[in-house]
């Protein structure tokens, strides 16, 4: 076959893999699945998918399409060629405002789509939790709801027309047509004829409709996927008289990819939602009362109405991101319900709260209901959105598991059916997860599931049967909106009577006849509980590190915790920074998922003795820059910085690492070694001949400029000074300045800059001889080093470091690693983590002191200043922005504004190698390059970090400035 895969290779435009890693990447999603692909494409146009297509029939394999990846159902899993349209098939084709629609190719990701749209005051309404990386193919293919289906209906309500191209390789447009027109296509000698003959005789017999309509979901529950959509066909003419226009994209949406390969959609647009909103958080201290409240509420004009429970809401206390976003919680509500109201009007708004919120006090069940407004609802909807996300964050083999968290029933049997659902998981002694859609009748519950155990994999099957019973007992949909995929396609025949199924296989054997599109998926499915993402009751391997992953039981398991749910994959014109190298790529390897999915399946299945030792590992990580993003924007807190540094250090013990590695790993030495000399070093640094033949030898970008030395290094300068300094103290807490490595030999003055500040507001300097942080060795994996400096650090300052005398730094990289990396690393953890708990990043250490009132505006200019700010990568991970701006805001007259940037792209040394060097640069221009360009000739460009500032410096040829050295001009 790898022959054949060649030669197909060789005609085709795009890309094909197969080797181990790709096949390995593409072999799991979201869901608790896997299945190894034969190989992964990534084609560039419709005749690479219509070769695609003949190399299936030819060769007996089958196409698995795919986008995102995020599915839950294990709809993009399988054994033929994965091909994945997210990174050629991304064009908005069309936008008519007039008609208010779209035409847009399978891998537009949907909130990308409504930006473009919003200028125009339109918006594609359905919205997924992953709405901001989930493309319209897969919403497609799944029939995707999410929270506005109570008012804009889901993806199926939604299309218009769409080219596909048929399992024959034949181009045709499925759109709206007439009862003549559907007769004239009958008599077609070709595969879309007799398509629509077969859909003709299916339908037009009184037995099968009649069968249909008593057997599949009530019609009340338009979350509805469960099989082929062919009951939605029934109410289209010519089987119903008064019934609405045929259009075969009903069957098509939903369809999970099995009949039809999709290249082009045609969507209806709505106008944006009224302009002013407010969100009603509801509390409740049962399950019960919750969802009996449900009817009440939604009697409003509800735009929203979704559940959160206790699980879902205790997860996200321990996540970096979500955790600020749990300001209106308040007490321990065992549910929330968000429920949204929205008028053109704030008059009118605030009388649709007025009503709900009456109706919700008489009734008496919730204990609380903040009123939510502006920024407020994003930050609540935010928290909501990361629940699936969070689910992974449940330490240990245990898992929410999807199995039934996609059940939808008619509003008016919610309570009871979760009464009967309740009573259920009691019997297999379960505490569910109950989150989502609780307005239309949906909830996502999962069990909580050790699915490496047969006793659970038992259970997993056992729940989802009795489940599925229970949902056709309400005559409900056992797929809302997340697909049958593997999970359930087993139990549609349970769903819609053995009858009703014959004529979905029939569907599929028109449109299909050898089964090369997405096989398995919604007719002749595999069992449930086969193909699972881990052996059952297989040994655990175990694999010793040198960083302490107890956190996570190991480190096999912090890698386990990615459940594939894709937030790395937001595209840069999102909030955040994950992932930068999949930013620049948009190829699945360099995501944060690859990552932790690569690595679990090495170290699960090697029988190598080092079980890091392979070159995959090393690709897969390469492109990692370490940003620590991954540690706070990931929801389930995958920190594959971690990961990185560790995997490095195991691999070096069967490969030597390079030169350059050692270079950079130990540049502290050769930089104090340069400091002593740093006329002559720097001379060396920046003569173009010298240079040249430096960064040839280290294998560093020709383009880059080198750093060069301080004149004196900051230990020096604290040395010397600190009895002047020391002079006009007023303020009671004592500030142990941590002179780190960067600092310390290439940029004291930024150093000497702190020092003036925190003397000039009276502040007590106190310093000790202290190591390097170990930035560079965590970075470049050379962990027995960094441990080293992590011990020796934290003896010298375990005992002088506490509330009243804190340890303060300026390079976010160095100082954050106390509060990070030495968690790991550090022999006397209790010792390290109080050191942690008072060690604070300058800007921390000077907003919080503001905060207190013990520093005011009185200290400085009046002059008038525009700033624009740049925080470092691990700020935002570990800390936050906020206090950057707030130092910056103290002036009366400076205004300062947060770049709404992610990685500056440098992260250390990656941006200064040169085969990194492209990536890096393209990784600046997302968003700060531009920004920084675009900033008027007086403003200035504050960044804190000393990669940062060097990025921006070779990405623009701006200078930026050290917050602190801002704030020190700005001293009077």
């Known amino acids: 076959m790898k022959a054949k895969l060649e030669q197909l290779k060789a005609i085709f435009s795009g890309t094909i893999f197969y080797d181990d890693l790709h096949r390995i990447l593409y072999a799991t999603d979201a869901s608790v699945y896997r299945k190894l692909p034969l190989a992964v494409a990534y084609p560039k146009n419709t005749a690479d998918l219509k070769e695609l297509i003949k190399f299936a029939q030819t060769n007996n394999t089958s196409l698995i399409p795919r986008t995102a990846g995020t599915s839950l159902a294990g709809q993009c899993v399988g054994e033929g060629i994965v091909v994945d349209v997210s990174k050629h098939f991304t064009k908005i084709l069309d936008i008519d405002t007039n008609a208010k629609t779209v035409t847009v190719q399978p891998g537009v990701v949907r909130d990308a789509l409504n930006n473009e749209l919003k200028p125009l005051n339109l918006f594609f309404g359905p919205n997924t939790s992953t709405s901001n990386r989930c493309m319209i193919g897969g919403m497609v293919g799944n029939n995707s709801s999410g929270t506005t289906s109570i008012q804009y209906g889901v993806t199926r309500d939604k299309i218009i027309a769409m080219d596909v191209l048929l399992s024959d390789g034949s181009e045709v447009t499925f759109g709206d ?272 599931l050790n699915l490496k155990k047969q006793e659970d994999v038992v259970l997993f099957r056992k729940i989802t049967y009795d489940v599925a019973r229970l949902v056709k007992k309400y005559k409900g949909s056992f797929s809302g909106e997340h697909g049958d995929g593997i999970v359930r396609a087993e139990f549609i025949p349970v769903m819609i009577g053995e009858k009703n199924y014959e004529l979905l296989k029939e569907v599929k054997a028109v449109f299909d006849s050898n089964n090369i599109f997405n096989p398995g998926k919604i007719v002749d499915a595999a069992k449930m509980d086969t193909s699972l993402r881990y052996e059952i009751d297989r040994k655990e391997p175990e694999i010793e590190t040198l960083f302490d992953f107890s956190d996570n039981q190991g480190i096999l398991r912090a890698a386990e915790k990615c459940n594939g749910s894709g937030d790395c994959r937001k595209p840069a014109s999102f909030s955040g920074t994950m992932c930068p190298s999949y930013r620049a790529t948009l190829n699945e390897k360099d995501t944060t998922r690859a990552r932790a999915n690569a690595l679990r399946e090495f170290l699960t299945v090697s029988e190598k003795k080092n079980k890091f ?206 509060r990070d990396e030495y968690i790991r690393l550090a022999d006397d953890k209790e010792a390290a983590k109080q050191i942690a708990k008072h060690t604070f990043l300058l800007e921390e250490f000077l907003a919080e002191e503001i905060k207190n009132g013990e520093i005011t505006s009185e200290s400085f200019t009046e002059e008038t200043k525009n700033i624009k700010i740049h925080v470092h990568c691990y700020q935002k991970a570990l800390s936050n922005q906020k206090c950057t701006y707030d130092i910056l805001n103290l002036p009366k007259n400076y205004k300062p504004t947060i770049i709404a940037s992610g990685c500056c792209g440098m992260a250390g040394s990656f941006g200064y190698e040169k085969e990194h060097y492209e990536v890096s640069m393209k990784v600046g221009e997302q968003s700060l390059f531009p920004a920084v360009r675009a900033a008027e000739v007086n403003t200035i460009i504050a960044a804190n970090g000393t990669s940062c500032r060097h990025q921006i410096k070779d990405g623009t040829d701006k200078e930026a400035l050290h917050p602190i050295t801002v704030l020190r001009k700005a001293l009077v």
């Open 177 to 448: 047509i007439t009862t003549e027109e559907f007769h004239q296509k009958r008599a077609l000698q070709t595969l879309e004829g007799a398509i629509y003959q077969k859909i003709y005789d299916i339908l037009i017999d009184s037995n099968n409709q009649s069968r249909i309509r008593i057997e599949f979901p009530k019609e009340a529950i338009h979350r509805r996927n469960t099989g082929y959509a062919i009951d939605e066909l029934l109410k289209a003419k010519p089987f119903s008289a008064d019934g609405k226009t045929f259009n075969m994209c009903q069957l098509l949406s939903g369809s999970e990819g099995t009949l039809a390969f999709t290249t082009k959609i045609t969507l209806q647009l709505d106008e944006l939602p009224p302009t002013e909103s407010c969100v009603i958080a509801a509390h409740y201290e049962s399950i019960e009362d919750c969802l009996q409240s449900v009817s009440l509420t939604m009697q409003h004009n509800l735009f929203t109405c979704e559940m959160m429970d206790k699980i879902i809401l205790d997860c996200t206390k321990s996540n970096l991101a979500q955790a600020k976003n749990r300001f209106f919680v308040k007490g321990d509500p065992q549910a929330i319900l968000l429920l949204e109201l929205r008028s053109n009007s704030k008059e009118d708004l605030q009388t649709q709260a007025n009503a709900l919120l009456a109706s919700i006090k008489k009734e008496g069940k919730s204990y609380h209901y903040p009123v939510l407004i502006g920024n407020e609802i994003n930050k609540a909807m935010e928290l909501r959105k990361a629940g699936l996300g969070l689910l992974g964050n449940i330490i240990g083999d245990k898992k929410a598991v999807a199995c039934i968290e996609d059940t939808a029933v008619a509003l008016e049997d919610l309570s009871n059916y979760i009464a009967e659902f309740s009573q259920l998981m009691e019997k297999y002694q379960q505490k569910a997860v109950y989150y989502a859609h609780a307005g239309a009748g949906e909830l996502h519950l999962r069990p909580i």
């Open 613 to 818: 030792d392979y070159t995959e590992l090393k690709d897969v990580f390469d492109l990692c820059l370490s940003c620590k993003a991954c540690a706070s924007e990931c929801p389930s807190n995958v920190d594959v910085a971690a990961l990185k540094a560790e995997f490095l250090h195991q691999y070096y013990k069967s490969n030597k690492p390079t030169f350059r590695d050692k270079a950079f790993a130990f540049s502290t030495k050769s930089n104090r070694l340069a400091s002593k000399f740093s006329g002559l070093s720097n001379f060396v640094k920046t003569n173009g001949f010298t240079s040249k033949i430096i960064k040839n030898k280290l294998g560093v970008a020709q383009e880059r400029t080198l750093p060069v030395n301080s004149s004196k290094t900051l230990d020096k300068i604290i040395q010397k000074s600190i009895n002047q300094l020391n002079i006009n103290i007023s303020k009671a807490k004592k500030v142990y300045i941590f002179s780190d490595e960067f600092t310390n030999y290439l940029e004291s003055e930024i150093g000497q800059d702190a020092l003036i500040v925190l003397s000039k507001l009276g502040y007590e300097i106190k310093y000790v001889k202290h190591e390097e942080s170990g930035r560079t060795f965590i970075s470049k994996g050379f962990l027995p080093e960094a441990k080293k400096v992590a011990n020796t650090n934290v003896s010298i300052f375990k005992n002088i470091i506490n509330e009243n005398a804190v340890l303060v730094g300026i390079e976010p990289s160095a100082i954050l690693t106390f």
